[in-house]
Structure formats: C-alpha cells, structure tokens
C-alpha cells in the first residue's frame, strides 16, 4: 500500500537542565494512499537515520506504536521509541549529511512501508552542541580558551590533547597511534615547543604524516624563544603538521 506523508517539523526538545537534549520532536501528517486522511488511528512508526546518502549506513533505527489526532497528526520524539538498531547519543552529528526514513503501519502493526527519506540540511543545533564544546574547550570561565598541557616525557597522544595546546618545554616525543578515535577529522592540536627543547612527533605503523606512512616531525627551539606548529587530523590515522 502507497502512502502519503506530509513532514511539518523537525525541532530540538529541550531539558529541564539545559544540557544538549538526546532526542528530536516530529510531527507529520499521515494520508491513506487514497489522499484521505489517517484520523484518529493507532499506527506504527519506523524512524531509520542513514548516514552520507539516502542509501547510507542506518546509524540508528527505532519505532514507536502513536495515535494519530482527528487531523491525521502523528507525533513522535525521535530518541525515545523503541530501538532497533544503534544508540541516538551516539551519532556522530557532525559526520553528517544524515537522512531520515520514515516508514509506517496505519494498522498498528509491523507491515511497514516506505513514505518519506529527507535530509537534514543542517545539523541540530543542540545535538552538534557536544561537538563544540569539545573543539572550544570546556573551560567553565573562558569557553574559547584552550587549555595548556605540559608535555615534559615522550608519551602516546590522548584524547585531553585535542584542540589544546601542548606545552614542550623538555624534549619528548609525541607519538601518533593507530585507531585514535578521541580526535575526530578536522581537530587539531596546538604545538609549543620552548627555551632550546625539541618536540618530535612520531606516527605509529600504519599511521600517515604528512602524507609518509610512519612520518616524523621535529620542532627545535632555540633558548629564550618558542616554536610553534600545529597538528591536524585530516582522516582516519592521518594526520599533517606545519609550522616545524
């Protein structure tokens, strides 16, 4: 059976503590394949989210068992349905474009079909708020203020050094490992190296920098003054360096 869905909404639900809500309100308009409305019915909603293309990866699916009101209105929180597959809090919203399929049962039941697959045009505000305080620093005083991270031994990179600022002032060696997920593409880290010290970043095996598998870098100071560099992600274990 054909069906007809009009999408009137997507908006952000926020909490009682303003924390960045882990579920969207939608509202849509439910017709019968005869353009009738389905009026003050019990339906049941697919909510399926692909990633990249309307074809993409389901990143998360849900369902929810609604009533529809005398206007054929259904509405839904995505976030809060029952789950098929995958965790909303856990979508990377900021590896969009994401697309979300609606499917539906004017029955109730499990007999699904497909009426509507949209794009998100642009990330929502709220969800995509997790992801900048992450590139901005959670600093209760200065939100834009990096923070400074004394690198004083050799040691693997960690997830606290993104989009900080890494202080040398005693040589070490930074070293890039495989599979490093606390950084995403397009973070970067802020270099200093002080007052004679050399700051040396190593990329594991299997590790790109600079577009060289297994790439070095070195930033050498002179006493009394500051080298500075900066290292960015620009794909999975991949990463390139300037200023050494």
Not at 68 to 94: D, M, Q, R
Not at 144 to 162: E, M, Q, W
Not at 188 to 204: D, F, K, P, S
Not at 217 to 238: E, M, P, Q
């Amino acid at each position: 059976m054909k069906l007809t869905l009009i999408i009137l909404l997507f908006v952000i639900t926020l909490n009682a503590f303003a924390q960045s809500p882990e579920k969207m309100s939608y509202q849509a308009i439910i017709r019968d394949r005869d353009n009738s409305l389905v009026a003050n019915s019990k339906i049941s909603l697919k909510i399926i989210i692909h990633q990249g293309t309307v074809t993409g990866t389901a990143v998360y699916q849900e369902t929810h068992s609604i009533q529809t009101n005398n206007n054929g209105l259904a509405s839904v929180e995505i976030g809060t349905g029952i789950i098929v597959t995958g965790a909303f809090s856990k979508i990377a919203w900021e590896h969009g474009p994401y697309f979300i399929e609606t499917q539906v049962d004017i029955t109730g039941g499990i007999n699904y079909n497909i009426i509507s697959i949209s794009q998100l045009l642009s990330v929502p505000y709220a969800l995509h708020a997790k992801t900048a305080e992450k590139i901005v620093g959670a600093n209760g005083t200065n939100p834009y203020k990096a923070l400074i991270i004394p690198l004083t031994v050799s040691r693997n990179i960690a997830g606290s050094d993104a989009n900080n600022t890494l202080e040398c002032t005693k040589s070490a060696t930074l070293t890039l490992t495989s599979g490093f997920e606390s950084m995403l593409v397009g973070d970067t880290i802020n270099l200093e190296t002080h007052n004679g010290a050399v700051l040396t970043i190593q990329a594991a095996s299997g590790v790109t920098l600079n577009y060289k598998t297994n790439g070095i870098a070195k930033f050498i100071s002179v006493a009394g003054n500051v080298s500075f560099g900066l290292l960015r992600k620009t794909n999975v274990n991949s990463y390139i360096i300037s200023g050494q």
